[in-house]
């Protein structure tokens, strides 16, 4: 695509985002003034069918809720989409990278999108799929001191109602900017996500992290990182990362399905969940915070945690005792036996050197006397003449 050609690609799409911005207010109220019933004329029917079902208490409440997602690339741009169509209130784009033609495998971009930022190019799809849905972009790099104070102030003050955003979902590549926003989300006390898929594109994961209760990204950080190497070493030269729509796809839904069980109060929110393709293994843990984290204001959202939890009042266990239940006929003499009590111990010897826990199923029996005599030996002091002696009497 030529300079020219671009240009006037970029002026065509400024005419439609200016025409679909007139048509947005109308298209708002519109939506506004649909009640929450499962018909056809409702775009959010089947969303709100969740309540219908009794899964979801009230899935409206989605329309109040701010979630900023950090890195609009191959899981952030997913990510993004997904809340879109789930009826999100408002979404915070942050990333600093443009399109490029290398980036048409992330289910998201188009090629006439092509040299345009990726928050610009986001928020114009997204407008065309959910006009509702309100969108503040930022292409800027977080980890310069400067935008970082104004990252803060946007996590701090970016929600509809200006207070803080509900959530903050990490889902850059590298590790300088997942520190940018751990570092925010700790001073400022805010919950978050983490993801990220590997360079192989064959595994991936997401991360659940709350400040002083759950260990933060500084932690437990990476190999290299505690080693002391420069990440950036790593990178050879015309060597980029493997990339399937297929796993961020997969990281991307599993992160949106914990943003809505957690905004929407429903279901259990995996602090961990990783994915492995190559065997579909998803395991599951949770870490607690390091003590000795560097981070400082880690250790004091740890230690503001430990003292509201020491504060709490302690709720003493009721131990309910079962009565025995006693028949007054028992004609027949049954019993219930327990099966789940364990076995008295056998009585009979065991034979040793056996690991503990395994025991024989019969022992060989002792020998009986002929077969002890027939095998005694004869050990008296006799010599040799008197046995000649006594076997020519014979």
Known sequence: MSVEEL???????EAELKQLRDDKG?????????????VDSNPYSRLMALKRMGIVEDY?????????????GGVGSVTAEMLTRCGIGKLL???????????????????????????????????????????ET??????????????????KTGSLTGGPVDLV????????????????????????FESGVAENAVSGHIQFLIPGEIACFDCAPPLVVASQIDERTLKREGVCAASLPTTMGIVAGMLVQNVLKYLLNFGQVSYYLGYNALVDFFPTMTVKPNPQCEDSWCRKRQAEYNAKKAAEPKVEKVVVEEKAVVHEDNEWGISLVDETAPEEASSEPQVSGLAKG?????????????????NVVQSEDTSLDDLMAQMKSL
């Open 138 to 155: 930022h292409n800027y790099n977080i980890t310069t001191v400067d935008n970082f104070d104004h990252f803060m102030d946007r996590i």
């Open 26 to 38: 109308g298209a708002r109220e519109k939506i506004a003034q649909m009640s929450g019933e499962v």
């Open 169 to 192: 979902l990490s889902c850059v590549d590298n590790y300088e900017a997942r520190m940018a926003v751990n570092r925010a989300c700790n001073e400022l006390g805010q919950t978050w």
């Open 60 to 72: 409206e409440k989605i329309r109040t809720h701010t979630v900023a997602v950090v890195g609009v």
């Open 358 to 374: 395994i025991t024989v199923a019969y022992e060989r029996p002792a020998p009986t006397s002929t077969e002890e005599e027939a």
């Open 93 to 135: 784009l942050f990333d600093y990278d443009k399109v490029e033609l290398a980036n048409m495998n992330r289910l998201f971009f188009q090629p006439h999108q092509a040299g345009l930022s990726k928050v610009a190019a986001a928020a114009n799809t997204l407008q065309f799929i959910n006009p509702d849905v309100t969108f």
């Open 7 to 13: 240009k006037a690609k970029i002026q065509q799409l």
